[in-house]
């Protein structure tokens, strides 16, 4: 392996540190892949906010802490709003800390999305990859996402298909999924539990469509996430006269998945193209089947009546149909899907390819979609 190790800088996301859940399913996609890419010997530095922490350690691991103020994040701005970047903003020092180091390095990999990092890619030597996390909610970001396709496509890479459908693409996008730590979700057989919806409470996520739900079954929804837009919050349980949802706050992946594990069903659904979905993939990975809305990456995660069932986007009435029948879908099905497609070895492997490919390097065949 030492003489394919790559050296390589990763870029943390701008907008809070790595535990802070600001980063939204970013966080967890940068720490589940420093892990498969050190399991696959590879060496990385991490680049990211001050506060950011680790849940393990290694001797392939640096982690470089930079000051600053969070950046604004993009998926509450309006489409046709400038870049900004805030005094002492964070984003523009994490980037001169790459640059200050990154002729010691084999490539970059960029996982904020931001205008910043994107345009650098067209000045600097070094090869800068960008996962992109998000569909296009801005015009600015399109455009520059657009340019780098067409400059040098084999430097980005998509989540799913449908997220990168969103953006004019030179070539066929790259997909590279994503990966969790197996050892870090345990399979709970229980069919029997409660309803249970996660992700940031902020209204692209769709929490209100889930509650309906919960309330027209008479049931309580257990509800995890850091809440964003409290307001937004409020409003929602204001909207129902008894208490309906059931607050579990932003817990540690261990107490997530415990708690996540002992649900019947989660509910997913998003209001927007969803560029992944992690938390679907999280239920899964501990046994449980997840009803979504046929919006962007939970359409391409979901097998329909095998690891859960898809309903068309806003249809209420289609989520409690499905809800009623979740004792239909095996939980060992989901379980298994997540051990065979989302785990963060295989998600790695697909990483290290799409690397190998852009630096010009052989290819592994051994990996799965
Ligand atoms: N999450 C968490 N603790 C919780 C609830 C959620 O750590 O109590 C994390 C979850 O693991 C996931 C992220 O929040 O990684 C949400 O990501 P997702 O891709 O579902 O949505 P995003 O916020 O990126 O739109």
Redesign the pocket.
């Known amino acids: 392996m030492i003489n394919n190790q790559l050296k390589l800088i990763l870029v943390s996301t701008p907008i809070g540190y790595l535990g802070s859940?600001k980063?939204?399913?970013?966080?967890?996609?940068i720490i589940s892949l420093i892990k498969g890419l050190i399991l696959l010997g590879h060496k990385i530095t991490l680049i990211a906010p001050k506060g950011s922490k680790l849940p393990f350690e290694s001797e392939l691991l640096q982690i470089r802490l930079i000051d600053g103020i969070d950046q604004p994040s993009w998926?509450h701005q309006k489409k046709t709003d400038p870049v900004v970047i805030p005094s002492n903003s964070v984003l523009p020092r994490l980037w001169e800390e790459v640059l200050d180091i990154s002729n010691q390095f084999d490539a970059v990999i960029n996982f904020s999305y931001d205008w910043l990092p994107l345009w650098l890619t067209k000045t600097q030597s070094t090869k800068i990859f960008h996962l992109i996390?998000?569909g296009s909610e801005s015009l600015i970001m399109k455009e520059i996402i657009s340019e780098i396709s067409q400059l040098v496509p084999s430097q980005l890479a998509f989540h799913t298909k449908r997220q990168s459908k969103d953006y004019l693409l030179k070539n066929d996008p790259i997909i590279v999924g994503?990966g969790?730590d197996k050892e870090n979700y345990l399979f709970n057989e229980n069919m029997n539990g409660p309803l249970g919806w996660?992700?940031?409470i902020?209204p692209?996520?769709g929490l209100e469509d889930a509650v309906k739900v919960a309330s027209h079954l008479s049931e309580k929804l257990l509800v995890?996430?850091?809440i964003e837009d409290k307001e937004y919050a409020s409003k929602i349980e204001n909207t129902f006269e008894i208490e309906i949802i059931d607050w579990?706050?932003?817990?540690?992946?261990n107490?997530?998945q415990e708690?996540l594990g002992r649900c019947r069903a989660l509910i997913?659904t998003?209001k927007w193209n969803?560029?992944?979905?992690?938390?679907?993939v999280?239920a899964m990975a501990c046994g449980v089947p997840v009803i979504a809305y046929d919006l962007g990456?939970p359409g391409e995660l979901i097998e329909d009546g095998f690891n859960g069932f898809l309903v068309r986007p806003n249809d209420i009435e289609g989520l409690i149909k499905a809800t009623k029948s979740i004792s239909e879908i095996k939980r060992k099905n989901c379980r298994d899907w997540f051990e065979k497609k989302a785990t963060n070895k295989v998600f790695a492997k697909r990483v290290e390819n799409w690397l190998n490919k852009g630096l010009n390097k052989k290819i592994s065949a051994d990996v799965q979609d």
């Open positions: 859940g980063g939204g399913g970013v966080e967890l996609t998926q996390s998000m994503n969790f996660a992700g940031r902020a692209e996520k995890w996430g850091l579990r706050g932003f817990l540690p992946t107490k997530f708690e997913n998003p969803e560029a992944y979905g992690n938390v679907i999280e990456g």
